[in-house]
Structure formats: C-alpha cells, structure tokens
C-alpha cells in the first residue's frame, strides 16, 4: 500500500487500466447478447432459456458473491481481488465456448457470475481513494465508460467473429485476451491509502457486517437510489440482450441498405443480417453511452455540491425525457428514424451512473465504500440482470403466437414501465440525500 499521493499523470493511468477492466467486463457479460441469435439455432433454445443463460445464470452468483468478496476488499487488497476476478471470468468466458447444450452453457456462464462478484465493486472503492471528493463524479463516469466501450465492443466482436470464426470461437477469444491483461493491471496498479482524500476524521478501520448494515438501515435514500437503479437496469441489461436479437427480427432486410454507404473490405461475402446488426446497436452503445455517461458526471460534479438532491434529480429528469424517444425508436418502421431515437435514448438511460455511484461513495465511510457499493450492485445486478432478460423473454414468447417474429418488438415496448418507476424512486429520495451525507 502507498501513503504516498499519486501524481496526476499515475492517476491517469489508474482510470485508463480500470477502464480496460471494466471494458472486458461488459465485454464478457454482453457478448452473449450478439451471440444469442447463432447460439438459439445453434443449440434449439427458447427465448425463455436464452434470457436465463444471459441474466439469470450470470446474476445468480455475480450478486451473492459480491458481498463476501467486497468486505475482503474493505479489509485487503483491492488490486489482488480485481487480478484474480478478471482471470476466473476471462477462463469462464472461454469456457463458454466449449458448452455443447443448455445446461453446460448456463454453468459457463454462472462462472462468468463468480468472477466478475469481484470486479466492480473494489474499482468503486479504489477509484474513491485515487481522487479527491469534488472530482469523483466525473471520475466514476469516466470508469463507467466500461460499460459502453466493453457492451459495444462485446456486440462488435460477437457479430464479426461469429460470422468469420463461429459462436464458439467468439466466446474463447475474448476470454483468452481478458486473461491477457490480469499480469500487466496486477504488476502496475498499487494500492492506494484508504480514505486519503476525506479528511483527518474518515474511518478507515475495516467495519463489521453489523456496523455497515447498521449504517445503511439508518440511510433511505441509499436504498431509493439502489431500487430506482434497479429499476432502469431491467430495461438497460434486457435492451442490451435483446435489443441485437431484436434488430434482426424486425428490420433484417433493412440493416444491409442502411450500410449500404460502409467500405467493402468491412463486409464479407454473403454477410448475415447478424453482422450489420452488430455494427449498427455497435454504434449506438458507444456514442449514445459515453456522451450519457459524461453528462451526468459532469452535471453531478456541477451542481451536486451545493445541492446534494441533484444527484437523484438529474438522473431521474433524463429517465423521463427517454420514454417518447424509447417509443418512435421501438415502434419505428425504418433503421432511419430508430437509429436517432435509440442513441437518444442510450444516452439519457446512462446518465444516473456518475450522480448514483458518486453518491453511494459519499453516503458511508472509507471503510465500508466496497461492502456498500456491492449492496448496491447486489440489488441492482439481481433485479436488473436477473429480471429484466427474462421478463422480456417471457413476455417475448407469450405474445409470439399472435405477432410472430414482431414478439419481441411489443415485448420491449413494454418495458417504459421501468424508467417511470425509476424517476419515481429517485424524486422521492432527492430530498434525504443531505440528511443521509457522511460527515
């Protein structure tokens, strides 16, 4: 552990090396969302079993093991936990590609789970030691950024080596390269001094489980802010699963025209639907994602200081203005129209995630910033990752008998409910958010 302060350039580099963690993260987590339209024909899966190998299997451990494993990191090292999470999920990912039916893959992937319960959280923790209180905002967003670049990359990748390479040999390389990167992000990140940037008064003696959950019984907003996530996480995780399955189904003869304008050497011969569909929700993800992302760190690193109910109000002003946007990009009969609509509104569906992170870091001590943060992902992941692919498989495959391949069009509309619902949770907790502030 270094008591010495990082220099601006070494913290740099800290969020670019967590950046590309978190990238092979998602990357891992959302590749299966590309992949699920081959692995469904492939393998004779419903859209039931696809949404539970994609959320279910991989929430059921992710969520259970996160809490155990961040109160190992509010107590040792950071960096050592996050090297050994990034290289069980990357060996787990390959894995994946060995998977001959149902059962072998929803193991594969309950492995994917196990690693990656250790990823996220500790990040939190350590990017909250690497930077002082006024710019953890902008800097918990700029880690966020994961999210976007590693969903992006995970739908690119799955889509252009599944049309070269197969399935199968898509799940084995991204995990083979994850492995790669565990050396070089344990050989250069250090662990930095707990609660260094929180004044003489912080707390850093590792707490008991009594004192966290007593701390956080005692704060409402926490839990406001962890169920309005959740909220909008059930239409984020399941958009990113089924929106790829999704494009192909109701615009697959359109998604060639629309790249009508792309460079040869980018299409080979006789390419799929599937590809282009990879390339176009590519897009969205990556533009649509960053420019949320920073805007919400920027606007809570703005205004939240004054007014600590900005954290809650900002996001939940951009889950409101998504719904007309999620409607004409649904319901749209043309790639031309939903492509503006679906970035829009990738954009706004992102913005929550510097406000909300920003704030949980600011809610408890230095000593119990892991174990908190991985409550929140803990109900976040579970009803976001767990829920939201399989509600929309299930709704997906009851309306398949009356709209057929366009199921899953109405099956998605469907899910507006869930912004709402989160805008709700966050304008009702904005007005605690002082009260419940650590000191």
Same mark, same amino acid.
């Given at each position: 552990?270094?008591?010495?302060?990082?220099?601006?350039?070494?913290? #740099?580099?800290?969020?670019?090396?967590?950046?590309?963690?978190?990238?092979?993260?998602?990357?891992?987590?959302?590749?299966?969302?590309?992949?699920?339209?081959?692995?469904?024909?492939?393998?004779?899966?419903?859209?039931?079993?696809?949404?539970?190998?994609?959320?279910?299997?991989?929430?059921?451990?992710? %969520?259970?093991?996160?809490?155990?494993?961040?109160?190992?990191?509010?107590?040792?090292?950071?960096?050592?936990?996050?090297?050994?999470?990034?290289?069980?999920?990357?060996?787990? %990912?390959?894995?994946?590609?060995?998977?001959?039916?149902?059962?072998?893959?929803?193991?594969?992937?309950?492995?994917?789970?196990?690693?990656?319960?250790?990823?996220?959280?500790?990040?939190?923790?350590?990017?909250?030691?690497?930077?002082?209180?006024?710019?953890?905002?902008?800097?918990?967003?700029?880690?966020?950024?994961?999210?976007?670049?590693?969903?992006?990359?995970?739908?690119?990748?799955?889509?252009?080596?599944?049309?070269?390479?197969?399935?199968?040999?898509?799940?084995?390389?991204?995990?083979?390269?994850?492995?790669?990167?565990?050396?070089?992000?344990?050989?250069?990140?250090?662990?930095?001094?707990?609660?260094?940037?929180?004044?003489?008064?912080?707390?850093?003696?590792?707490?008991?489980?009594?004192?966290?959950?007593?701390?956080?019984?005692?704060?409402?907003?926490?839990?406001?802010?962890?169920?309005?996530?959740?909220?909008?996480?059930?239409?984020?995780?399941?958009?990113?699963?089924?929106?790829?399955?999704?494009?192909?189904?109701?615009?697959?003869?359109?998604?060639?025209?629309?790249?009508?304008?792309?460079?040869?050497?980018?299409?080979?011969?006789?390419?799929?639907?599937?590809?282009?569909?990879?390339?176009?929700?590519? %897009?969205?993800?990556?533009?649509?994602?960053?420019?949320?992302?920073?805007?919400?760190?920027?606007?809570?690193?703005?205004?939240?200081?004054?007014?600590?109910?900005?954290? #809650?109000?900002?996001?939940?002003?951009?889950?409101?203005?998504?719904?007309?946007?999620?409607?004409?990009?649904?319901?749209?009969?043309?790639?031309?129209?939903?492509?503006?609509?679906?970035?829009?509104?990738?954009?706004?569906?992102?913005?929550?995630?510097?406000?909300?992170?920003?704030?949980?870091?600011?809610?408890?001590?230095?000593?119990?910033?892991? %174990?908190?943060?991985?409550?929140?992902?803990?109900?976040?992941?579970?009803?976001?990752?767990?829920?939201?692919?399989?509600?929309?498989?299930?709704?997906?495959?009851?309306?398949?008998?009356?709209?057929?391949?366009?199921?899953?069009?109405?099956?998605?509309?469907?899910?507006?409910?869930?912004?709402?619902?989160?805008?709700?949770?966050?304008?009702?907790?904005?007005?605690?958010?002082?009260?419940?502030?650590?000191?």
């Amino acid at each position: 552990m270094s008591d010495k302060p990082a220099s601006p350039f070494y913290r #740099a580099y800290v969020l670019f090396i967590l950046v590309v963690v978190y990238t092979f993260n998602f990357i891992d987590r959302q590749i299966v969302g590309i992949l699920a339209v081959p692995i469904k024909a492939d393998l004779a899966l419903s859209d039931t079993q696809l949404s539970l190998m994609g959320g279910l299997a991989f929430a059921l451990f992710y %969520t259970f093991l996160g809490i155990p494993i961040a109160m190992l990191a509010d107590r040792y090292s950071r960096t050592w936990i996050m090297t050994a999470a990034l290289s069980i999920w990357s060996a787990m %990912t390959a894995v994946c590609g060995l998977a001959q039916n149902f059962l072998q893959l929803f193991v594969a992937r309950l492995g994917v789970g196990v690693g990656e319960a250790g990823g996220v959280a500790p990040a939190y923790s350590l990017i909250s030691d690497y930077f002082p209180p006024e710019k953890r905002a902008r800097a918990l967003s700029i880690y966020s950024f994961g999210i976007p670049i590693g969903s992006a990359l995970g739908i690119l990748l799955g889509g252009v080596l599944t049309t070269y390479l197969g399935w199968r040999s898509a799940f084995v390389i991204v995990g083979l390269a994850g492995l790669a990167i565990a050396p070089i992000f344990r050989l250069t990140m250090r662990e930095p001094k707990r609660g260094g940037f929180d004044g003489a008064g912080a707390i850093t003696i590792p707490a008991k489980v009594s004192e966290v959950a007593t701390t956080l019984i005692r704060k409402p907003s926490f839990w406001g802010l962890s169920f309005g996530a959740a909220s909008s996480s059930m239409m984020g995780y399941g958009l990113i699963f089924w929106l790829p399955s999704f494009f192909v189904r109701s615009y697959g003869d359109a998604l060639p025209e629309f790249f009508a304008w792309m460079p040869d050497f980018l299409i080979p011969a006789n390419p799929s639907a599937l590809l282009f569909a990879s390339y176009f929700y590519a %897009t969205i993800l990556l533009i649509g994602g960053i420019a949320g992302i920073w805007l919400g760190g920027v606007m809570a690193d703005r205004y939240g200081p004054d007014k600590k109910a900005a954290y #809650a109000i900002v996001p939940a002003i951009a889950f409101l203005t998504t719904i007309p946007f999620f409607i004409v990009g649904v319901l749209s009969p043309t790639l031309w129209i939903a492509f503006p609509a679906f970035l829009i509104l990738q954009a706004l569906s992102l913005v929550w995630l510097g406000p909300v992170l920003s704030a949980f870091q600011h809610l408890v001590q230095p000593n119990m910033r892991a %174990t908190a943060s991985a409550i929140f992902l803990f109900i976040n992941n579970l009803i976001g990752i767990g829920l939201g692919n399989l509600a929309i498989g299930a709704i997906s495959d009851h309306l398949q008998t009356q709209f057929g391949d366009e199921s899953l069009r109405y099956a998605i509309l469907s899910g507006t409910i869930f912004y709402i619902l989160a805008a709700a949770l966050f304008i009702a907790t904005a007005p605690r958010l002082k009260r419940d502030w650590a000191a």
